[in-house]
């Protein structure tokens, strides 16, 4: 947890904001936008459950009313969990040759984001800086729409990451640090 909450807030090619925890997500990645640490603003997730999981169209309507351009704004609808989002946001930085980007998600479900999105970028052969920025400042214990607190969200976050690994949609620690030293040590 460590990894993901610790981190140094650099310019970048686009801010990933993945559906989930109702607007918080949107409203932070359009705060990073207007304070310019990315041109664009990648919106991933097609699970459509609201209110807490904003569909990525909605999403994007959401955006254009807090002032992000349209187009500034990708549209990712395709994936259906976390690791679908990784490997279709790889697809587009693949495609548009990124170097960095801003992973937004919210500070119970930051960590197995990046595990995954570091195994989909691993698998798409690809060797960029991710950049953790957990939406924080929400509280822990007041239930959410989904009839959960946080920190029973966080719960099924620990089982999913077990789930996750048996799958083998994550990283192993090993090549988390390893990846975690590069990134550091890259300038």
Not at 27 to 37: A, H, V
Not at 39 to 46: D, M, T
Request: glycine residues 4%.
């Amino acid at each position: 947890m460590v990894l993901v909450n610790n981190e140094r807030l650099l310019k970048s090619d686009a801010i990933v904001c993945l559906e989930g925890d109702g607007y918080n997500r949107i409203k932070l990645s359009s705060k990073l936008f207007k304070e310019k640490w990315a041109k664009k603003i990648v919106v991933s997730g097609g699970y459509n459950h609201p209110p807490f999981s904003i569909p990525a169209k909605d999403a994007v309507k959401e955006l254009i009313k807090r002032g992000v351009p349209s187009q500034s704004i990708i549209l990712e609808e395709k994936s259906q969990d976390t690791y679908g989002q990784g490997k279709e946001v790889m697809k587009i930085v693949k495609e548009r040759k990124w170097k960095r980007i801003i992973l937004v998600a919210s500070h119970f479900h930051q960590l197995r984001a990046f595990l995954t999105f570091l195994k989909t970028m691993k698998e798409a052969k690809l060797r960029i800086k991710i950049i953790n920025v957990p939406v924080r400042e929400l509280p822990w214990f007041k239930r959410t729409s989904l009839g959960k607190n946080r920190f029973q969200l966080l719960e099924s976050e620990l089982k999913k990451i077990n789930q996750y690994i048996k799958k083998g949609h994550l990283v192993t620690v090993r090549e988390t640090l390893k990846y975690q030293k590069w990134k550091e040590q890259k300038k």
